[in-house]
């Protein structure tokens, strides 16, 4: 018998045609790491392709929502000019402050930005964009604002710019807690969310070209 927890669908929707981004932070990085493998071997599951997934990152999850905000809108912008590859500064920015991201297991940042990998990506806006990053509960309140703030920061940004963001921030009271969810934890009895969350950005991505 299925659990209660999880996405609760066994279908698989095809990713092919869709064009998907990934912003995550880089606190946290044992975690946030196979967060992101985890994601990307499911979307790859579903049928995206690899030169349609673009990774970037940001310092901390606070930056989340401002960076998928720009991810998007430079997106959008890029898909109306005319073919030339170049891209928004907002994701030349973002590509400048990235370092080590794991993209598609080739160890660069993918995109097609000036600081991205070798990847030719499609010039559509994304159909959907992946937030990933790992809060761990300190001994102030900074916890509590940064996830506040972030939750209704990428609320705020799908529902104003229309696309699809998925809610990949973990907001943990241990690292313990992290680990399981990442599906990395010593007993072994974790399952890794970012799996969930490649087929929950596949999925909207592929809804809402139904919705209009
Ligand atoms: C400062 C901070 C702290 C203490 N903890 C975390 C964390 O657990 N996870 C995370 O993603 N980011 C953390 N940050 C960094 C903030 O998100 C943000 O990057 C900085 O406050 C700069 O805006």
Redesign the pocket.
Same mark, same amino acid.
């Given at each position: 018998m299925a659990g209660i927890k999880g996405i609760g669908e066994a279908r698989t929707y095809d990713g092919s045609d869709l064009r998907i981004g990934i912003i995550h932070?880089r606190?946290?990085t044992q975690i946030i790491d196979a967060l992101l493998r985890g994601t990307l071997q499911t979307l790859k599951a579903s049928g995206v392709k690899e030169q349609n997934i673009v990774v970037q990152s940001v310092? =901390?999850?606070?930056?989340l929502p401002y960076a998928v905000q720009k991810m998007y809108t430079a997106s959008q912008s890029q898909a109306s000019t005319a073919a030339g590859g170049v891209l928004s500064s907002a994701t030349d920015l973002l590509s400048q402050s990235t370092t080590d991201l794991t993209s598609m297991g080739s160890g660069k940042e993918s995109g097609s930005g000036s600081g991205g990998g070798a990847n030719k990506s499609s010039k559509q806006p994304f159909d959907a964009i992946i937030a990933i990053?790992?809060?761990?509960k =300190?001994s102030t309140m900074?916890f509590e604002y940064?996830s506040d703030a972030v939750s209704h920061g990428l609320m705020k940004v799908q529902l104003e710019s229309g696309c699809p963001v998925v809610f990949g921030l973990l907001t943990l009271l241990s690292e313990e807690q992290g680990l399981e969810r990442a599906g990395i934890d010593a007993a072994g009895k974790g399952h890794n969310h970012g799996e969930d969350w490649g087929k929950g950005a596949v999925e909207l991505g592929v809804k809402r070209r139904g919705w209009g």
């Open positions: 932070a606190w946290n310092p =901390g999850s606070y930056e990053g790992a809060l761990i =300190g900074h940064i």
